[in-house]
DNA sequence: TTGAAAGCGCTAACAT
DNA sequence: ATGTTAGCGCTTTCAA
């Protein structure tokens, strides 16, 4: 049972104030006795004290709290992304609260509404459509607001994401030379900024080599799962007859379920298949096949979305500022 | 800027228990006239009002949080785990609070008594070491405790981890029946109890089918990534002269540098290898060979955590119960 | 049906 | 160099 200040103050005959200077180390500020320190320090060594956070909280009108809020903390992405916040935010003495969306705007909303009620001092947002910027200025006068990894047009919050226009057109650049011809796109989950950004990076670097037809080539599905995968690379066999030479895909998800299609209809894993996707993993060295991979760098999405946000919690105005982060390509045999 | 419940109060002249009993939704019970009813509800609709978390925490010695406490969020397996975890508080109202501990006790040590000190309703912990009990029963009266994945012998909190002793076993009886003899068995962090527990079931399983030299085959490294699978790969080429007929590997990491090493030192994977593994991931879709791999099911390891700690916030008595929960085996070509 | 008051543990401003 | 006090927003108890 923890004592509070009050009773280490009564008990050792001592006052509130003489205490909480000490326990906050500031005695020598105040020109404490040493006296009295020692007092106060061996109290503590023996009944030990625990400073009470809701307490102090109440008082200051700051909670030393980070909220995060990402449509899904399972996700790879989101749970790098996360342990890298985590990280910055412990080594600033903050906690992190943490909440998936599920990709429900409803959700969101309330999400976000209970962490602003438990008075977080930050919010770090993937959010899952175009924000409402009232339920942020309404509700709290100062929540320091950071956007990842989806950049929504026209919203007016710091936004940090990668650069996915230029390593889409990257990607396809490299593919499109080792083919020689145009690549197919499988991509899902379109109305997201960030595949409508991959799909821009796609459809510059096709034209850059004569493909004008390149929208012939994007394939799309609506939920980032393998089951689209495998759909979009069914209908893509049963349309043309023969199966692609070459596959771009918009997240690993998309790619394993087009290469179990591939796997189911074929027998096996062609192994002159081209592969491009978004993401990276260790086990893509599993596949022999020619593979390019765009590798999204958590750390440093982080530390600028963690940056941002300490900025604005210790007073900065927060800009509608566009914050791209490159990622590496990554080639494979 | 939200609203006290005492400015509301002043503002439309109504006392301050009037306008509480209305916004918890208690007007009925303490039959509060319609009229004042309307006029804070009118009031609220306009003005809105966000409950304030840290001052009723301090009154209720309560905060509705729970604190997770695991060596590394990023891990796909603790990702899984905390996303079911979360969604669990989320349906009783209550926030996750998340943290690394890097698998360093003194970092782990700090991380919980911030936790303790923030006040948490429950914690769950998969602890790098033997937990210290002292810490938990001196600071606090009550926090609820679960401590999942890693079973250290004789802790006294309840537990909740996989069936590693027998999901080995099974693991390694299958691979000895299709491979026809011993396999070798590559783990990692041999300190930790689930990795121990996984070497007993290999054990068990090998002296069944008259492998009583197991230890010849059972390879271990300290740290749990893919250079310790590479390493350990390549002394046991280099020992034996040849490469193994089927490996089991304690992780997916350990897998990935086992494959890596084989790849750079053969030129290409042998499809003929037998494998079996500690987790799962769809992209072992991608090899060709027969492959086991074993699937803890994080739910319900979650569900039950979860359970144990609402539980014990509700009063029960934490028995130092152990829960095992059996994970599916699944066979790939 | 409604109101008043005390107090949770901390901090900051103001005394000494 | 140390002490006193008010108050953060909420809940609970008691009163009217």
Redo the contacts between chains.
Sequence with gaps: ??KTIKEISTEIGVSITTVRLIINGQAEKYRISQKTQKLVEDYVATH?Y??????R??KLER?D?VGFVVP???N?FF??F???M??HC?SQGL??????TNDDPELETR?I???????VDGLIIAPCRMPAHKQLF????KVAVVLVDRDYPQNRYPTVSSDNVGSSRALTRQMIADVGGPVDFFCAYTTLPSIRDRINGFSEASLESGITDWERYVHSAMEDC?TSGRHLMRELIETRGNRPRAIMTSS??VL?GA??EL?SVTG??PNDLFIGTFDD????????NRIYSVVQDEDRLASLAFESVQAQMKGAVAEPLRMTIPCQIVRRN
């Design positions: 049972m923890p030990g625990v400073l009470h956070h809701a307490a909280s109440l909670t709290t899904d903390l399972a790879p749970a790098r996360m342990a890298a985590e990280r412990r906690v992190l609260l943490s909440a998936s999400t509404d209970n962490f602003l009620s438990r008075g309404a509700k709290k006068s393998a690993l998800l394993e290469i179990q796997k096996n894993i993993h260790a086990m893509l060295d599993f596949l022999p």
